[in-house]
């Protein structure tokens, strides 16, 4: 018996130290997986789809030289800044050393610096000072945690990843017949896919815009349009005819004709051909009036969006950039009431879980290359 117990007991000892070995070890793993990626990429969009994608995160404008601009991207909290020479650049906002957010300290002699304990990141992110030794070289892991950002068409774009893909690009950008503006910035509690998904919606027009983008006493009948998918390229429309009152920023009716475009998940766009509807005052119009606008949404997290727009108009010169962001502000904040109030929050890419009619092709379209692409975060 005791020889019984004697043996059980050995037994029992080794295999605790064995447990803790294996315990120790996977400590050691899980603790140097931490040291070597920033702690938020445990928590956040993990779709290579969005994390290798470009996403607007502000307006170029808004980034001036010694300003540190807090951001929240695909649930990752990061800090963006411009140095003196111009070149933004788009950080993980913690300081390694102590995790405290670089978003709260300040910019000295072109430096981050942290509210913490001082310590300096240049603009290649790596620290070149710590204020408690400063005449020892800081250590080689003392960096801050970097993205890439670049700038165009007066938007900053960041990526989390490794694009393969240029920056989307607003058509109009570079034409000198269209003066351009920027509107926004739109602060959505609501999924990105579902804003995206009613910009390029038609058929809500006379109800969520009634009086401006249609009459909700006399809907337009949606006639069939075509949705065409171009690799690589996104989603594009025919064109969708409708009356609109309020069609744009000359508030006179007008008949419009909008082709639509999806260039990324989280980016859209259409053209709108503007014809006015009076007979008698037609001749105010040209076949190539067009009002266009570049839409992008800004994924927060996965139930809320910031909204920045890219607007082109190339008729009408007596319109000013109040007239123009007048318009634009009151559509979205009609588009923002109701797109808060839409159950789930995050899209369905299944599309059997809502119904679906003939008009609805491009949102359905839309839905399918979400799943097509790989995309979870933010739908169901």
């Known amino acids: 018996m005791q020889l019984f117990v004697k043996c059980n007991m050995m037994h029992l000892t080794l295999k605790v130290e064995t447990s803790m070995e294996a315990t120790l070890m996977t400590v050691q793993t899980s603790v140097a997986a931490v040291q070597s990626t920033p702690l938020a990429d445990q928590f956040s969009c993990k779709d290579e789809a969005l994390i290798n994608d470009w996403h607007v995160v502000g307006f170029s404008k808004d980034v001036v030289p010694g300003k540190l601009v807090p951001v929240r991207l695909l649930g990752r909290d990061l800090v963006l800044w411009r140095d003196a020479a111009g070149q933004v650049h788009l950080w993980e906002d913690l300081c390694i050393h102590r995790g405290a957010r670089l978003s709260k300290g300040w910019i000295e002699k072109?430096?981050?610096?942290?509210?913490?304990?001082?310590?300096?990141?240049?603009?290649?992110?790596?620290?070149?000072?710590?204020?408690?030794?400063?005449?020892?070289?800081?250590?080689?892991?003392?960096?801050?945690?970097?993205?890439?950002?670049?700038?165009?068409?007066?938007?900053?774009?960041?990526?989390?990843?490794?694009?393969?893909?240029?920056?989307?690009?607003?058509?109009?950008?570079?034409?000198?017949?269209?003066?351009?503006?920027?509107?926004?910035?739109?602060?959505?509690?609501?999924?990105?896919?579902?804003?995206?998904?009613?910009?390029?919606?038609?058929?809500?027009?006379?109800?969520?815009?009634?009086?401006?983008?249609?009459?909700?006493?006399?809907?337009?009948?949606?006639?069939?349009?075509?949705?065409?998918?171009?690799?690589?390229?996104?989603?594009?429309?025919?064109?969708?005819?409708?009356?609109?009152?309020?069609?744009?920023?000359?508030?006179?009716?007008?008949?419009?004709?909008?082709?639509?475009?999806?260039?990324?998940?989280?980016?859209?766009?259409?053209?709108?051909?503007?014809?006015?509807?009076?007979?008698?005052?037609?001749?105010?119009?040209?076949?190539?009036?067009?009002?266009?606008?570049?839409?992008?949404?800004q994924p927060v997290d996965e139930v809320s969006c910031i909204i920045r727009l890219g607007v082109a108009i190339n008729f009408a010169p007596e319109l000013t950039e109040e007239d123009i962001l007048r318009r634009q502000d009151i559509v979205f904040e009609q588009d923002r009431i109701i797109v808060e109030t839409q159950r789930p929050e995050r899209i369905p890419i299944d599309l059997r879980m809502e119904l679906h009619h003939r008009t609805d092709r491009l949102g359905q379209a839309y839905r399918r290359w979400l799943g097509s692409l790989g995309i979870h975060y933010g739908t169901i």
């Not at 949705?227 to 309020?246: A, M």
């Not at 508030?251 to 419009?256: H, L, N």
């Open 110 to 297: 072109d430096t981050v610096v942290c509210p913490y304990h001082g310590w300096r990141y240049d603009g290649t992110a790596k620290c070149v000072l710590i204020p408690s030794a400063p005449g020892e070289t800081p250590p080689a892991k003392a960096r801050a945690f970097p993205h890439k950002a670049v700038e165009s068409c007066g938007f900053v774009w960041a990526s989390l990843g490794d694009p393969q893909h240029d920056v989307p690009f607003f058509p109009e950008w570079n034409d000198a017949e269209f003066r351009k503006f920027h509107a926004g910035p739109y602060f959505y509690q609501a999924n990105g896919f579902r804003s995206v998904e009613n910009f390029i919606d038609a058929t809500h027009f006379p109800f969520v815009h009634a009086g401006l983008n249609g009459v909700q006493d006399s809907p337009d009948r949606i006639e069939t349009y075509e949705v065409y998918e171009d690799p690589g390229l996104g989603l594009r429309t025919s064109e969708i005819v409708v009356f609109q009152p309020y069609g744009d920023h000359r508030q006179v009716p007008v008949k419009a004709g909008y082709t639509y475009r999806c260039f990324r998940p989280l980016t859209a766009y259409f053209s709108k051909r503007v014809e006015v509807a009076d007979p008698n005052s037609k001749h105010k119009s040209k076949p190539t009036d067009r009002f266009c606008t570049f839409m992008t949404a």
